[in-house]
């Protein structure tokens, strides 16, 4: 069974950095994508980061240059590495994983595993 266990969300001041974990567990396939996506208050979720098999990321317009995602495959954890945050950016974050995108056209990466979320808030 897959499980995904997001760590890391704290509460910061703006402009501070904050990194995120998200450790998989309960599959093991190499072809595989992952992202990270985030719901703010009173928002809709919106994907930030993710990050393919082919390790090639894509990243939302307000966090680039600002937010890294990279994985650790020996490790399976997934990381996103924010800086510069701004109250913007407050929301709880989720980790997604979707085993299929090898087989999909597009680029899309469509998470059909799900972590519970690590909560960000910052603070202006």
């Known amino acids: 069974e897959v499980h995904l266990e997001e760590s890391g969300g704290d509460s910061v001041q703006a402009g501070e950095p904050l990194t995120l974990s998200c450790k998989s567990t309960?599959?093991?396939?190499?072809?595989?994508?992952m992202a990270w996506v985030r719901q703010g208050p009173g928002k809709e979720r919106e994907e930030v980061a993710s990050?393919?098999?082919?390790?090639?990321?894509e990243y939302e317009d307000a966090v680039k240059g600002r937010f890294t995602i990279s994985l650790d495959n020996v490790n399976r954890t997934l990381y996103l590495q924010m800086n510069s945050l701004t109250p913007e950016d407050t929301g709880m974050y989720y980790c997604?994983?979707?085993?299929?995108?090898?087989?999909?056209?597009?680029?899309?990466?469509?998470?059909?595993?799900w972590g519970q979320g690590t909560q960000v808030t910052v603070s202006s």
């Open positions: 990050i393919r098999y082919d390790s090639t990321t």
């Open positions: 309960g599959y093991h396939y190499s072809q595989s994508c």
């Open positions: 997604g994983l979707d085993l299929m995108c090898w087989a999909r056209e597009t680029r899309e990466v469509v998470p059909t595993h």
